[in-house]
């Protein structure tokens, strides 16, 4: 039969055949090419760039897989959520476009060794030695559905970001009409007579019976039931139990030394401050100013005058300096050296050189032992990678999982626990990853369904499979295992209640008209004065930190209760304490700094804006259905 049908189709007949039912599936499997032939195929024009269907349809799946992997189990997108999470991606990328649109037109640039620089600067991407690895940025690239173009274009346009967002925010200074009412605001102390009542200090109740002992248990199971447990098989897979397998010789050394060089080198960095002001006269007073030994904060002072702006930089090398000409200058000057006037794009730039720290270069003798572990751990990691693929292909043939571990030397591991990785009789359970990754495995335990197949999982250095035996639900204690726990919880709370009803009638005499004092000492209470205190619970003991921050919406002589640690806690305002914002420069300077801050935050979300209508955005809608891919 099968030769038959060979035979048949080399005939003309049935190539004909093939033809037209290939025909068929070019114009009913690609409608879309087809229909919008000759027409638009960008999502979104930004300028003259285009963020063509395949781009936005890439950029929504990775949203979606981000916003699925924080979520797990629980996120369910319907169409709404869909249609959502697409604009969302659609709309960071022309941020990006106009960003890149907008620094072509400032003739801005992000230099490959910037890009790259600030590449291993991510925390997230170094490895257990504290230096970037290539593993580590691999396996992110591929959890983001990125390829490293993709990813350093994106850092690309986070340094162009930076270059034009610092110009941006130099021009925010906090003016001492704002500063000074905020400061005043924040200092304000506030004084009080406060009446504690604890529920120590409540006559006991009655013992209950054991009726309203069960009746307590069943109104508050949470607090006297069992946890949730499931009995779960984990099969593991990591570079650390590969790591036998690996050798690495002395000429691999070298080779890794030589791919990894930069690493182990730092180029000269100087902490910088810079002062951007309009016009060149402006800048030579500055400079002038500086040479005479002036401050920063003065040259500051002297630059928002002057409708300009100064900053400390920080430690930056050559590189990190976006202009050129600055750059040179910056390292040129001596240790505390200042620059002449030079002009950019931005203005008048005058440079104070505050440290220099010189290059630092590491030899192959130096990180002989790190390096040789580090090209261990990461060929144990393309093992792992390899046979993570294997194991896959066993667990998706049925293969049950104990014979997949015999049949490559995995770790499996049988256990019962909860949620906090804690087995029935309450001790913690050993499970086949590092520490690192406990939570993240726990947290896949219980979003994992029962009668799920197994699947490898990447889970930080390591990969897992899950599967779910059995799950044993929540359950009410027994009242005999838990009665002496029960009995005490409903001493307590008959305690917080009757502590409850004594502070609420005292605080309903003080707001008749009885001062705080007069009332407590009818209902046999104390009254303690407490403060001043200012707006920061942490600072306000002995008074409780839940009142002060009643105690600060209230006028002069208002009264307020609240609930404590310990019991409840009455209070009636006695004196409100006014700040002078001119006695404390230091607390000036930490307000001024957080309301600039807030402005430049401001500052880059306006920018972001404008940038956005300058760069001429205009949208397809025939094509925005399709960005969510459906």
């Known amino acids: 039969m099968l030769t038959a049908m060979r035979r048949l189709a080399g005939t003309w007949p049935a190539k004909l055949l ?45 949203e979606m897989s981000r916003i699925a992997r924080q979520l797990g189990n629980r996120f369910e997108p ?58 580590v940025f691999d396996s992110f690239l591929r959890n983001n559905e990125l390829n490293e173009q993709q990813f350093l274009t994106v850092m690309s346009d986070e340094v162009l970001r930076e270059q034009l967002a610092g110009a941006v925010r130099s021009g925010a200074a906090a003016p001492d009409a704002m500063t000074g009412p905020l400061l005043a605001w924040a200092f304000q102390r506030r004084t009080a007579e406060v009446v504690l009542i604890t529920r120590a200090a409540m006559p006991a109740p009655e013992t209950p019976t054991e009726a309203q002992l069960q009746r307590y248990q069943e109104n508050n199971p949470a607090r006297f039931s069992s946890p949730e447990y499931r009995e779960v098989a984990v099969l593991a897979l990591s570079a650390e139990t590969l790591s036998g397998e690996v050798s690495v010789s002395d000429a691999d050394l070298e080779q890794a030394f030589e791919q990894r ?244 009638a005292l605080l309903a005499a003080v707001r008749g008209g009885k001062p705080i004092a007069e009332a407590a000492t009818e209902a046999g209470l104390t009254v303690q004065e407490m403060g001043p205190v200012t707006r920061d619970p942490a600072l306000a003991a002995p008074m409780p930190p839940e009142l002060v921050a009643p105690l600060f919406e209230l006028t002069q002589d208002g009264a307020s209760m609240v609930e404590t640690r310990d019991g409840f806690a009455v209070a009636q305002l006695t004196s409100i304490t006014p700040f002078d914002p001119t006695s404390d420069d230091a607390a000036r300077a930490r307000v001024r700094s957080e309301i600039e801050q807030t402005m430049q935050d401001e500052l880059d979300a306006q920018f972001a804006a404008a940038i956005r209508a300058r760069a001429n955005v205009r949208v397809n809608t025939q094509l925005l259905e399709q960005v969510t891919g459906r």
Do not use: C
């Open 261 to 504: 060089r930069s690493q182990y080198e730092t180029p000269e960095r100087r902490l910088i401050y810079q002062a951007v002001v309009p016009n060149e006269e402006q800048a030579r007073a500055i400079a002038e100013a500086w040479r005479g030994g002036a401050t920063l904060e003065a040259i500051e002072h002297q630059a928002r005058a002057d409708d300009g702006g100064a900053a400390d930089l920080g430690l930056l090398d050559r590189a990190s300096l976006p202009h050129a000409a600055v750059a040179a200058a910056a390292f040129a000057a001596p240790e505390g050296g200042v620059t002449d006037p030079l002009q950019s794009p931005f203005g008048w730039h005058v440079i104070k050189v505050e440290k220099i720290e010189p290059e630092t270069r590491r030899t192959l003798a130096d990180v002989r032992d790190e390096l040789r572990r580090a090209v261990a751990h990461d060929r144990a990691l393309d093992i792992a990678y390899e046979r993570a693929n294997r194991v896959e292909d066993a667990l998706a043939g049925g293969t049950p999982l104990a014979e997949v571990a015999e049949r490559f030397g995995l770790t499996l591991t049988d256990a019962t626990l909860d949620a906090n990785g804690r087995n029935q009789e309450n001790a913690a359970v050993t499970l086949p990853v590092a520490e690192g990754e406990r939570p993240a495995l726990l947290r896949a335990i219980f979003a994992a369904r029962q009668g799920d197949a197994p699947r490898m999982t990447e889970m930080g250095n390591a990969f897992v499979a899950i599967q779910i035996r059995e799950i044993v639900p929540p359950a009410l204690r027994p009242l005999a295992s838990v009665e002496n726990e029960v009995a005490a919880a409903y001493l307590t709370d008959q305690r917080r209640r009757a502590a409850e009803e004594r502070a609420a």
């Open 18 to 62: 093939f033809m037209l039912l290939l025909a068929s599936f070019l114009v009913w499997g690609i409608e879309d090419v087809v229909r919008n032939f000759g027409r638009d195929s960008a999502v979104v024009r930004v300028g003259d760039s285009a963020i063509e269907l395949p781009e936005a349809q890439a950029a929504a799946r990775r």
């Open 78 to 135: 319907d169409e709404n959520i869909r249609r959502a999470v697409a604009a969302t991606a659609l709309e960071r990328l022309v941020q990006q476009y106009s960003l890149r649109t907008e620094a072509h037109r400032q003739g801005l640039a992000a230099p490959p060794e910037v890009v790259r620089d600030a590449v291993f600067a991510i925390p997230g991407l170094r490895g257990a030695d504290g230096s970037f690895s290539r593993l």
